[in-house]
């Protein structure tokens, strides 16, 4: 599998829960950055959900409800 296609680990999620939690919370990142990350992560659920961007929006708030 290539690089690109290979999953991350938990260590590494947690490392960037770690970083999008402090960049989120002071507030630093422009609104262009902000939007960079949220298609990134979109694209994902996309890519897990397969086509249907609704679902796949809907699949990531749903697990971030479930985790609070």
Do not use: H, W
Request: proline residues 1%; contains cysteine.
């Amino acid at each position: 599998m290539s690089k690109a296609g290979e999953r991350v680990t938990v260590v590494e999620n947690r490392e960037l829960r770690e970083m999008i939690y402090e960049a989120t919370e002071n507030s630093f990142l422009t609104k262009d950055e902000y939007a960079e990350i949220r298609k990134i992560i979109l694209n994902a659920c996309k890519r897990v959900m397969g086509s249907n961007p609704e679902a796949a929006t809907q699949s990531l708030a749903d697990n971030l409800v479930s985790q609070k």
